[in-house]
């Protein structure tokens, strides 16, 4: 009988991050404050620990990963890359395709390889406590996670109206001891204005953001953590890319096409970096791995957006990053993939495709849970709505093998399980996902809102 | 790094299910008839395939596992034994902990292990159609997923009150396929008089399970399927235990006591069985192991029910069984380990007990929570309920060895995760699960149901 999960031992588990970084054809534009000058690492250590921003600024390619981290990441990793047979037969394609299965962590996704590190760093550096912001509540769940394994008080500012309505990745946040608050709270200023300009405010990701963030920089114990977007997050990730290559190389076989979804970039840069790396140096025996981000059409930040500098957040807090953007004002269609609801994509993975090194596909939602179902129906694993878009590009590439008769070898991030998205599949199946067909491209609302750009591109 | 996640490759997939049956000390007592004499396979066959029936009654120690049910197998198994070295130290114990993870399994349990063989068989026996009850549906995803994987159709009858106030296991078999009627249901005659004499009936697992078995008995393309207590269904779970004995054997390692939660017995009997074939043969280099079923309180047919003939089924559908048991007439109360509400256990554990080969410790609810949330602090995963009754008495022989000095070696089934309960952890959060305490040995109502068993103890 044959292996369909290649197995890869613990002592493989990566020792080194890869930084994409030093592969790029140029240097990477710089972040900008507001007064259009480099941001500097001093202005950021109110809420990031030093040794974070040396990675988000470091030209180094390998960098070490501690080994307290690695101790973590046993929990669950490596990850199972997985041979998925059923589908190839379902699809009738002479494709081989893969898949690296992130939802074996416990918090169901590949969001505690970075925020295992994250928390690391900055109990090192002496902070007691953490605050972040989440949405559904899938980050919160990975800080909450780590902040458990390090001792570290984590507190997570939801999304008022997620906090009501998903109440069960809450009460895993809480499991794992993390304190949750609705936002707005009365416990910032923020959140306090918020309430006093509507009492019944549903709460928003950028406003969460601006409550974590001000709790953080208000306290000297106190930081701050992001789950996407920035360099060191892409960096952690790339131990699936890593692990992928070695179990491969077990295999006996090799990818022709990466295909990852794309919010901020960190799940795609996590898996095809590491491939970038090889595509960089002339490829694998010659031959070049092709890199496919996959993002949804209702936010197009790299089908549509411009290549640009804007801030990382809707409010406009942070540094500005040479990004695809929307316009950090772009309020993306609420559609149930909420960890690709970005106005922008990581400046590494906005870079690599402003000199066409990867390549972006934009996908429908309903499409991507006809993908999801096929997929669950034949290989038994439940998508998040998130992955569901890797499978659609996937199951496209097949059929078209299918077409051409050529035999390529596929390979997807299944970056989380779907477990907490059972709401989404129920609306799909009752039809009314296609209610949201209309947003699928926002034409209008992407243009007013890149008006709004700084004047910095 | 030392490795705590000890992988088997797939090659290692048990070719056989072992059939404890062969090592009893005495031959089992037969299932009678209503009328009091041996039920033949024959009277069987109307909802069962004579090759399920065969294992049934089966007294071949090694019954081999057909190559179509190892190649779905592949999608999950070997499940993980993962040593739980965070909960050793949060505990301060010499002992260690292993424990064996089924909740890999995309419907998330060790269900799958039985339903994918007993679809293959129906398939085999030419059934199209296989129907079965389930209450907050754990079973009937199970089901569903293994129905996907043979093309069978598969028909679920839920109990009505967790269909509507437990949609999202409802959404996952609909994703794998299934069809799933609120029970009581107008499809059956059951469900009508059901229905008839109440508009409002909320369900309950018996109802259920007398449509599911009127549907099945009406036509000849439709089989029933069950998911614990019953011979075949514990056969088929001892891959678990099998898998387990070889991974100790690559950890270098050997359990002093197996511990698993006991409802119907099946994952009980799937992982303590195969080290009670060594016990049984005089013991693994002469050492035997104890082996520990963990059931709750609140519905303690073992440690507190009589050892007599009762029927399987609430509504006296069933043959009889000789086992130990509340009366069948007993609702226990209803805790949020769902799968240990039933009123007796497999008559293999039953008699195994009965003989004093096996120990039984009963726990409270309140009590396991607390345990799950420890184990979930320390390891990340977060357990379903029932598992969390096993981790509660692993905890407590961690804590005895911390006492005593005993390096002991404590192994446990993490039967599955608890991703779809989590508002029983936020009802203990709450201190709501107290309420409860009251129904921790129903003292009276299980005086009451013993008053009518059968006649034939």
Known sequence: MESLNFLLPQSEIPTHWYNVTADLPTPPPPPLGADGK??????????????????????????PIPQEVREIYRLWRPSPLVRAARLEA??????????????????????????????????????????????????????????????VETRVYMVKV???????????????????????????????????????????????ISEAVEEAASRADTNYALGSVLN????????????????FEMAGDWPDVVIAPCGGGSSFGGMAFPFYADNAAGGRNGKTVRLVAVEPTSCPSLTQGKYAYDFGDSSG???????????????????????????????????????????????????????????ARAEGVVPAPEACHAIRVTIDEALRCKQTGEPRTLFFNLTGHGHFDMAAYDRYFAGELKDFEYFEYPREAIEESLRHLPNFA
Not at 133 to 149: D, I, R, S
Not at 232 to 247: C, M, N, P, S
Request: aromatic share 10%.
């Open 38 to 63: 480099p941001a500097t690492p001093e202005q950021m250590n109110a809420i990031f620990p030093m040794a974070i921003l040396e990675q988000e600024m470091s030209s180094e390619r390998w960098i």
């Open 90 to 151: 379902m699809l009738g394609t002479p494709a081989k395709i893969y898949y690296k299965y992130e939802g074996v962590s416990p918090a169901g996704s590949h969001k505690p390889n970075t925020a295992v590190p994250q928390v690391y760093y900055n109990r090192q550096a002496g902070i007691r406590r953490i605050t972040t912001e989440t949405g559904a509540g899938q980050w919160g769940c990975a800080l909450a996670l780590a902040g458990q394994m390090f001792g």
């Open 162 to 208: 997620s906090y009501d309505q998903k109440p069960y990745r809450r009460s895993m946040m809480r499991t794992w001891g993390a304190e949750v608050f609705a936002s707005p709270s009365t416990l910032t200023q923020s959140g306090r204005d918020a309430l006093v300009r509507n009492p019944n405010h549903p709460g928003s990701l950028g406003l969460a």
């Open 232 to 247: 060191h997050v892409v960096l952690h990730q790339t131990i699936i890319g890593q692990e992928a290559k070695k179990q």
């Open 317 to 375: 807090f942070t540094p500005m990053m040479k990004m695809f953007t929307l316009g950090h004002d772009f309020t993306p269609p609420s559609i149930h993939a909420g960890g690709l609801r970005y106005h922008g994509a990581s400046q590494l993975v906005s870079q690599l495709y402003h000199e066409g090194l990867i390549e972006v596909v934009a996908v429908p939602q309903l499409a991507t849970f006809e993908a999801g179902v096929m997929f």
